[in-house]
């Protein structure tokens, strides 16, 4: 409806008291887009090493019902999921990302493990995903869609485990935003930018009964996070 | 949606005898401003935070059309549509056809009050689409037929026994001796109606909390993840937000972001923030293949260069409400219609006219809580001023008080005739009142009288005995 | 006229509406207290009302041309001093505001808000008192009025006052800082809200067990001491005595607590 379009546009010109925005002034805005400028940063989740992001993403997960695991590399996470299964009374079995993170695990040293890869039916109770990166200073995973990992992973199932290697820790949500166009090129913008971008600060839940939170709202009632130590993993 | 706003009064009469509203509001008061509170006192940088918000908005809204502008064009170059309303008649047309054109039956909606705005859950059905809320709070109340009562907890004015009876009513499929006590069963049957719908519907329509130019890309904002299921499932994505959500960059959307879910709900995010861009890619195994966003102006871009443009930065946090004693009173029914509490008291007479809503800037003691948890720094109780201001041109206000306050500004420019009225009241009050302390009854204030005593005047007015006393002082 | 009087700032007493009908005591207690706080106090006898409620109904020419006297009134004066954050905090924060469209007039308002106080604020933030002589042998609980609070920052400066009066206990208010639902006309045009809102104050104030609830505004004092005396009324309870906080201050308590007959 072009009509409505150049009419909302022209009220709102005429409200400011202008014209279309030309010359230097939209030569401004361009450059603010593209420079795209950081504001304030949290203090705490500024200057912190590795380790020091680590801790911190963990400590803020925990804070929000995340489960977190440590573990030394890829190796190890066969037996973090399968415990978990295990834990939970959960059938050996769940619908995991094609991410090739995903294939460098040694899925073969728990052969009764059964994995279906791709996107999950309604009826998939486990879904495991790879994070994109995560976000110390509120505990959050930042995940992607795309053939590596479908969104619905982050959703239908009961249970959401990530698979996340602690390099992909960053501090604050524009460092994610940076290593977000980094990874496309330079710029996130049109097709390049995911169609989705979900960042999930834990397990879903409501107030909405009387203020009572209650987890599984929708989405997971549980999500848990496997934090891959491996200095080697990128 | 409409408005009952003109009833403010007895509707506001009606919450303030209404035992489970009552009920309601008093675990609200106790729970979100302490949760806030304690969110905030973990970041130091919040008040900086808050100034920086402010600016943000007031850079976008001195160029909102070149940032919209730019927003359809990124919109488009991912693959998606944008549409402009102006009105909410064009606005429900265009989401209508675009629902009729993909042959849907059912739409989920996420959490959005453009939506009610614009009153297009009861036009869809009517026309034979079925809308499904799934937002866990405003399923209830879709389910009970009323209208949410506050913009972050839409059914914040219900107890779980009210939950539970109308699920009891509505769920028939299910055992009638079904355990319901515990608010966990309660969401756990809601859980499992809803994800049949999700799964099954034809259209998605969410709102957004905010609109990103750099990238053409959406936000919302969730802890249940209905949202998601919602813009993920269904064939189509359908986006309906107005103007003013539009923020520049991703990096701007991350510094609001801090702001807005510790404001709201005292979390340092929500569950789920998500960002949308257009339909799924070529490459995608899973996402919506159509996207549209339903851009609504509906008045706001008569709002900009006005003395109420400072509403156009409002996040809809509802912290406004949440810390507001006359919101905490009578809960927001009473206020009418979409929008409740302080920011319903400037937002719902700019978008359908103060004559329409005279009370609401009125029911305001301006003890300017609201405007010091706004996290956008929004001078409400300034605006709600200008609204009384408008009233008093357009003589909106009772002829009563009009009278009454032209009598005492009269007297207030005439100190002799001022001091001379003292004088007299000081001493009849003073001595009618002299043996009990107070008036349990007093003439022409009955509104004060019928529920509290009035204080009697101590005999003189003040100046008298001072200039009593200066004058023995000089003799 | 001694030299040493022509040393001392010269305070214009802005005594309020209400503490000139109501409560000349309150008035009194704060020219003593300026006094000890070392300053001359002169009251200037055309003062009327500040426009508050004018400016607040909306009708802005009633309220600029009641601002208008008040500024000629006050301009003279070295500091203005309010015994009230509500007609204080109009003075110093709207009066700008009201005249902002005619230069001469919004510049004259900006000289007088400058120099405009609010009474507690005053002699503890201005004139540097941290202790009073006053004596007051009650448990006490303190309302903030909204205005004082958020438009003066008042908060500290009477609580710290309060702590050095002899013999007085001060027990903190649950809520202090939320509104008692006066608000000017809000309590004559909404009075149902109004009655929810001091009626809350009300139960606050009781389950501190304090005998004594002090504020620093006399709309919001009168509104919660009528609420709290119904309230005794139909309950048969012993009465909270309720005062202006410059009668404590000042050591000025002989008067009856508001709304109490004389014995």
């Known amino acids: 409806m072009s009509a409505a379009r150049d009419e909302i546009l022209g009220k709102i010109r005429g409200s400011l008291g202008r014209g279309p925005l030309t010359g230097d002034s939209a030569a401004k805005l361009e450059a603010r887009l593209a420079n795209h400028p950081v504001g304030i940063i949290p203090r705490r989740?500024?200057?912190?090493?590795?380790?020091?992001?680590?801790?911190?993403?963990?400590?803020?997960?925990?804070?929000?019902?995340?489960?977190?695991?440590?573990?030394?590399?890829?190796?190890?996470?066969?037996?973090?999921?399968?415990?978990?299964?295990?834990?939970?009374?959960?059938?050996?079995?769940?619908?995991?990302?094609?991410?090739?993170?995903?294939?460098?695990?040694?899925?073969?040293?728990?052969?009764?493990?059964?994995?279906?890869?791709?996107?999950?039916?309604?009826?998939d109770?486990?879904?495991?995903?790879?994070?994109?990166?995560?976000?110390?200073?509120?505990?959050?995973?930042?995940?992607?869609?795309?053939?590596?990992?479908?969104?619905?992973?982050?959703?239908?199932?009961?249970?959401?485990?990530?698979?996340?290697?602690?390099?992909?820790?960053?501090?604050?949500?524009?460092?994610?935003?940076?290593?977000?166009?980094?990874?496309?090129?330079?710029?996130?913008?049109?097709?390049?930018?995911?169609?989705?971008?979900?960042?999930?600060?834990?397990?879903?839940?409501?107030?909405?009964?009387?203020?009572?939170?209650?987890?599984?709202?929708h989405g997971p009632r549980r999500q848990h996070i496997l934090i891959v130590e491996d200095e080697s993993l990128a | 949606m409409e408005s009952t706003a003109s009833a403010f009064k007895d509707n506001a009469h009606d919450a303030l005898g209404n035992k489970h509203l009552q009920s309601a509001l008093d675990k609200m008061r106790a729970g979100f401003p302490q949760r806030r509170?304690?969110?905030?006192?973990?970041?130091?940088?919040?008040?900086?935070?808050?100034?920086?918000?402010?600016?943000?908005?007031?850079?976008?809204?001195?160029?909102?059309?070149?940032?919209?502008?730019?927003?359809?064009?990124?919109?488009?170059?991912?693959?998606?549509?944008?549409?402009?309303?102006?009105?909410?008649?064009?606005?429900?047309?265009?989401?209508?056809?675009?629902?009729?054109?993909?042959?849907?039956?059912?739409?989920t909606k996420g959490k959005t009050m453009i939506a009610e705005e614009i009153g297009l859950n009861d036009f869809l059905e009517a026309?034979?689409?079925?809308?499904?809320?799934?937002?866990?709070?405003?399923?209830?109340?879709?389910?009970?037929?009323?209208?949410?009562?506050?913009?972050?907890?839409?059914?914040?004015?219900?107890?779980?026994?009210?939950?539970?009876?109308?699920?009891?009513?509505?769920?028939?499929?299910l055992p009638a001796d079904r355990n319901l006590e515990e608010p966990r069963s309660l969401v756990a049957e809601a859980r499992t109606m809803l994800r049949d719908k999700f799964l099954k519907a034809d259209v998605g329509i969410t709102g957004a909390n905010f609109l990103i130019a750099e990238t053409g890309t959406s936000v919302i904002v969730t802890n249940e993840g209905n949202g998601d299921l919602t813009q993920l499932l269904p064939k189509a994505h359908i986006v309906v937000a107005s103007l003013e959500k539009i923020v520049p960059t991703l990096e701007d959307a991350a510094a609001l972001l801090r702001l807005l879910a510790r404001s709201a709900t005292g979390q340092d995010m929500s569950v789920y923030t998500t960002f949308s861009t257009g339909p799924r890619r070529a490459e995608d195994p899973?996402?919506?293949?159509?996207?549209?966003?339903?851009?609504?102006?509906?008045?706001?871009?008569?709002?900009?260069?006005?003395?109420?443009?400072?509403?156009?930065?409002?996040?809809?946090?509802?912290?406004?409400?949440?810390?507001?004693?006359?919101?905490?009173?009578?809960?927001?029914?009473?206020?009418?219609?979409?929008?409740?509490?302080?920011?319903?008291?400037?937002?719902?007479?700019?978008?359908?006219?103060?004559?329409?809503?005279?009370?609401?800037?009125?029911?305001?003691?301006?003890?300017?809580?609201?405007?010091?948890?706004?996290?956008?720094?929004?001078?409400?109780?300034?605006?709600?001023?200008?609204?009384?201001?408008?009233?008093?041109?357009?003589?909106?206000?009772?002829?009563?008080?009009?009278?009454?306050?032209?009598?005492?500004?009269?007297?207030?420019?005439?100190?002799?005739?001022?001091?001379?009225?003292y004088a007299i009241a000081a001493q009849v009050l003073g001595l009618l009142g002299k043996r009990q302390g107070s008036f349990y009854n007093l003439p022409l204030a009955g509104a004060w009288t019928s529920t509290r005593d009035m204080p009697a005047p101590q005999g003189r007015s003040f100046q008298e005995l001072w200039h009593q006393r200066e004058k023995k002082k000089a003799a | 006229m001694s030299d040493s009087t022509s040393a001392k700032p010269r305070v214009g007493l802005f005594v309020t509406c209400l503490v000139d009908l109501f409560r000349p005591s309150v008035g009194f207690a704060a020219v003593k207290l300026i006094e000890e706080a070392g300053c001359t106090v002169e009251v200037p006898g055309l003062q009327t009302?500040?426009?508050?409620?004018?400016?607040?109904?909306?009708?802005?020419?009633?309220?600029?041309?009641?601002?208008?006297?008040t500024i000629v009134l006050f301009e003279g004066f070295d500091y203005v001093v309010v015994p009230s954050g509500s007609c204080g905090g109009m003075i110093k924060e709207h009066y700008t505001e009201l005249l902002q469209d005619d230069p001469p007039w919004h510049a004259r308002a900006k000289a007088v808000a400058e120099r405009t106080w609010e009474l507690m604020a005053?002699?503890?933030?201005?004139?540097?008192?941290?202790?009073?002589?006053?004596?007051?042998?009650?448990?006490?609980?303190?309302?903030?009025?909204?205005?004082?609070?958020?438009?003066?920052?008042?908060?500290?400066?009477?609580?710290?006052?309060?702590?050095?009066?002899?013999?007085?206990?001060l027990k903190e208010l649950p809520g202090a800082e939320t509104c008692c639902g006066f608000g000017g006309t809000f309590c004559v045009k909404y009075p149902?809200?109004?009655?929810?809102?001091?009626?809350?104050?009300?139960?606050?104030?009781?389950?501190?067990?304090?005998?004594?609830?002090?504020?620093?505004?006399?709309?919001?004092?009168?509104?919660?001491?009528?609420?709290?005396?119904?309230?005794?009324?139909?309950a048969g309870a012993r009465p909270t005595r309720v005062r202006h906080v410059a009668e404590v201050l000042a050591g000025m308590t002989d008067e009856p607590p508001i709304g109490e007959a004389g014995q």
């Open chain 1, 125 to 217: 109770a486990v879904g495991l995903s790879v994070g994109f990166c995560a976000i110390a200073e509120t505990g959050t995973l930042m995940m992607l869609s795309g053939p590596d990992n479908p969104s619905t992973l982050n959703f239908l199932p009961d249970d959401h485990i990530v698979i996340l290697p602690a390099s992909r820790v960053v501090g604050p949500m524009e460092a994610a935003w940076r290593r977000l166009r980094e990874s496309r090129g330079g710029t996130a913008v049109g097709p390049t930018m995911p169609r989705t971008v979900n960042f999930i600060t834990g397990p879903s839940r409501t107030g909405d009964i009387e203020q009572k939170l209650e987890m599984g709202a």
């Open chain 1, 45 to 123: 989740s500024e200057g912190l090493d590795r380790k020091g992001l680590t801790k911190l993403f963990e400590d803020q997960a925990i804070e929000i019902a995340t489960t977190v695991e440590r573990v030394s590399s890829l190796a190890d996470v066969p037996k973090a999921v399968a415990d978990y299964l295990a834990r939970f009374n959960l059938p050996a079995e769940f619908a995991a990302a094609p991410d090739p993170l995903v294939d460098k695990v040694p899925w073969g040293e728990r052969p009764l493990l059964k994995l279906k890869r791709g996107k999950p039916s309604p009826t």
């Open chain 2, 286 to 421: 899973d996402g919506p293949g159509e996207y549209h966003v339903v851009l609504l102006d509906n008045g706001r871009s008569a709002l900009l260069g006005s003395e109420f443009q400072d509403m156009l930065r409002c996040i809809r946090c509802g912290a406004c409400m949440n810390h507001c004693p006359v919101y905490g009173a009578i809960g927001g029914h009473a206020y009418g219609w979409v929008y409740p509490g302080p920011m319903g008291a400037v937002l719902t007479p700019s978008l359908i006219g103060i004559e329409n809503a005279k009370h609401l800037p009125n029911a305001s003691t301006f003890c300017g809580k609201c405007e010091s948890v706004c996290p956008m720094k929004i001078p409400l109780p300034k605006m709600m001023r200008h609204y009384r201001e408008r009233e008093w041109q357009k003589r909106l206000s009772p002829p009563v008080a009009r009278l009454g306050l032209k009598l005492w500004a009269f007297l207030a420019l005439r100190p002799p005739l001022y001091h001379f009225f």
């Open chain 2, 37 to 107: 509170l304690d969110a905030i006192g973990k970041l130091p940088e919040f008040e900086d935070l808050r100034e920086q918000g402010r600016e943000i908005k007031n850079h976008v809204l001195e160029n909102l059309d070149w940032y919209l502008e730019r927003f359809e064009r990124n919109v488009t170059a991912a693959g998606g549509h944008v549409h402009w309303a102006r009105t909410p008649e064009e606005a429900r047309q265009l989401i209508l056809g675009l629902c009729r054109k993909l042959g849907a039956r059912t739409v």
């Open chain 2, 127 to 173: 026309e034979g689409v079925i809308p499904i809320e799934t937002d866990l709070g405003e399923y209830i109340i879709q389910l009970r037929r009323e209208p949410p009562s506050h913009i972050i907890a839409p059914a914040i004015h219900l107890t779980k026994g009210q939950v539970e009876e109308t699920f009891r009513e509505i769920h028939t499929s």
């Open chain 3, 192 to 234: 149902e809200i109004s009655d929810k809102m001091v009626e809350a104050k009300a139960e606050d104030v009781l389950a501190t067990g304090a005998d004594t609830l002090l504020a620093g505004d006399m709309g919001c004092l009168m509104n919660m001491a009528g609420k709290l005396r119904r309230m005794r009324t139909e």
């Open chain 3, 49 to 69: 009302c500040c426009g508050q409620p004018a400016y607040n109904s909306g009708d802005r020419a009633d309220a600029a041309a009641v601002a208008r006297r």
């Open chain 3, 122 to 169: 005053f002699i503890h933030d201005v004139r540097g008192m941290r202790r009073v002589a006053a004596r007051y042998d009650g448990v006490v609980t303190y309302h903030d009025s909204c205005s004082g609070l958020r438009e003066l920052g008042v908060k500290r400066q009477p609580r710290a006052l309060l702590g050095s009066v002899e013999g007085l206990k």
